[in-house]
T-cell receptor
Framework: GDSVTQMEGPVTLSEEAFLTINCTYT??????LFWYVQYPGEGLQLLLK?????DKGSNKGFEATYRKETTSFHLEKGSVQVSDSAVYFC???????????FGSGTRLSIRP | GAVVSQHPSWVICKSGTSVKIECRSL??????MFWYRQFPKQSLMLMAT?????????EQGVEKDKFLINHASLTLSTLTVTSAHPEDSSFYIC?????????????FGPGTRLTVL
């Protein structure tokens, strides 16, 4: 079945470091891909999305490119801040009417 | 932006009792809401899809008689954990789907932490 695999955490970085969180997926057809973020004590928020191959989603300095050839959707940010500390979930959905399948989540901690 | 609330945010109950969790879409109507369960350091597992005015659709392995879902209005869905046991302790998250022209996005509530003693 369809699935999402993302790198295990926790990931700990110093402020202003470069961030990469790897995500790969298995799915038939052409799913939409997402990154969600869960800040401490809050619900999930959509961070960015891409709906077709080679699309780049971006928001708040984060970027991810939909790579169909490698079935990947890695999350990157050039310079992280303490406020980026959260749990990040990679996810896919076959259509806007179908369920979302989540990866296991990656906890990110940024040191001042 | 679209806001989804959950109540209560946390609850502690005795084994054998029932607990009701509410999920509300505050500024939009949601014909479809979803209930997820999240174990510590694990991902969200979809439990069921709640459709307004009809029966919920449960995922494989989820006991429908234990996790009762009611979607009585376009802004409210409830999850009742019946005869709760310690293994039901978990973080329960709901989401509501907002219909749009291009894409039907899901918005997530803040979650409810259930502890069964």
């Amino acid at each position: 079945g369809d699935s999402v695999t993302q790198m295990e955490g926790p990931v700990t970085l110093s402020e202003e470091a470069f961030l990469t969180i790897n995500c790969t997926y298995t799915a038939t057809g052409y799913p939409s891909l997402f990154w969600y973020v869960q800040y401490p004590g809050e619900g999930l928020q959509l961070l960015l999305k891409a709906t077709k191959a080679d699309d780049k989603g971006s928001n708040k300095g984060f970027e991810a490119t939909y790579r169909k050839e490698t079935t990947s959707f890695h999350l990157e940010k050039g310079s992280v801040q303490v406020s980026d500390s959260a749990v990040y979930f990679c996810a896919l959905s076959k259509s806007s009417a179908s369920k979302i399948i989540f990866g296991s989540g990656t906890r990110l901690s940024i040191r001042p | 932006g679209a806001v989804v609330s959950q109540h209560p945010s946390w609850v502690i109950c005795k084994s054998g009792t029932s607990v009701k969790i509410e999920c509300r879409s505050l500024d939009f109507q949601a014909t479809t809401m979803f209930w997820y369960r999240q174990f510590p350091k694990q991902s969200l597992m979809l439990m069921a899809t709640s459709n307004e005015g009809s029966k919920a659709t449960y995922e494989q392995g989820v006991e429908k008689d234990k996790f009762l879902i009611n979607h009585a209005s376009l802004t409210l869905s409830t999850l009742t954990v019946t005869s709760a046991h310690p293994e039901d302790s978990s973080f329960y998250i709901c989401s509501a789907r907002r219909l749009a022209v291009l894409y039907n996005e899901q918005f997530f509530g803040p979650g409810t932490r259930l502890t069964v003693l």
